[in-house]
């Protein structure tokens, strides 16, 4: 079946801006994370969903940031008053149930480039 | 924060060898799992391993887990060119946490 899909691919935006990131899991997968990679480092969490609800939000860096998921499956990742150090790569994963021992499988991530 | 640290940062070899990777964390867990990234882009799960597993062996990798040292290593047999990426390994925090902890992962580069 088909994986997690991400759109768009690249997205490059002025400084102040406002931007959407959008998520589709694999079909069926209750539990959705959103993770963010800069540049030679590993992927950090941002916030984890299982389904429609926000079961932790701990990662967001600030109130700028916020994601949601209002029917279970797709997931919005919405940045307000965009900056330069926003830009990475913002990666999505999703899992079966979401225990401890489920896979998280991802995305391919969007590539965020704040001018 | 970030609780897993790769070892080496880097790693370069000639195909057919074997190359090892170690990771080290800091808080008690559930599982580690190790995945591999081409490119800065999408993550691909190789492998999970429980914490009362101790090795776990998966085509041509191997994984080993030691949580008295809190540290993992990771094997891969009979490099090829292909094997060139980014691995790195995640564990959940334990107590039910969800999400998964990166380190800043090993750069392997395997030379024809």
């Known amino acids: 079946g088909a994986g997690v899909s991400q759109t768009p691919s690249n997205k490059v935006t002025e400084k102040g801006k406002y931007v959407e990131l959008r998520c589709d899991p694999i079909s069926g997968h209750t539990a959705l994370y959103w993770y963010r990679q800069s540049l030679g480092q590993g992927p950090e969490f941002l916030i984890y969903f299982q389904g429609t609800g926000a079961a932790d939000d701990s990662g967001l860096p600030n109130d700028r940031f916020f994601a949601v998921r209002p029917e279970g499956s797709v997931s919005t990742l919405k940045i307000q008053r965009t900056e330069r150090g926003d830009s990475a790569v913002y990666l999505c994963a999703s899992s079966n149930l979401g225990g401890v021992l489920d896979t998280q499988y991802f995305g391919p991530g969007t590539r965020l480039t704040v001018l | 924060s970030q609780q897993g640290e790769e070892d080496p940062q880097a790693l370069s070899i000639q195909e057919g060898e074997n190359a090892t990777m170690n990771c080290s964390y800091k808080?008690?867990?559930?599982?580690l799992q190790w995945y591999r990234q081409n490119s800065g882009r999408g993550l691909v799960h190789l492998i999970l391993?429980?914490?009362?597993?101790r090795e776990k062996h998966s085509g041509r990798l191997r994984v080993t887990l030691d949580t008295s040292k809190k540290s993992s290593s990771l094997l891969i047999t009979a490099s090829r060119a292909a094997d060139t990426a980014s691995y790195f390994c995640?564990?959940?925090?334990?107590?039910?946490?969800?999400?998964?902890?990166f380190g800043q992962g090993t750069r392997l580069t395997i030379n024809p």
């Open positions: 995640a564990t959940d925090e334990g107590q039910g946490a969800q999400k998964l902890v």
């Open positions: 391993i429980r914490s009362n597993e």
């Open positions: 808080t008690s867990i559930n599982n």
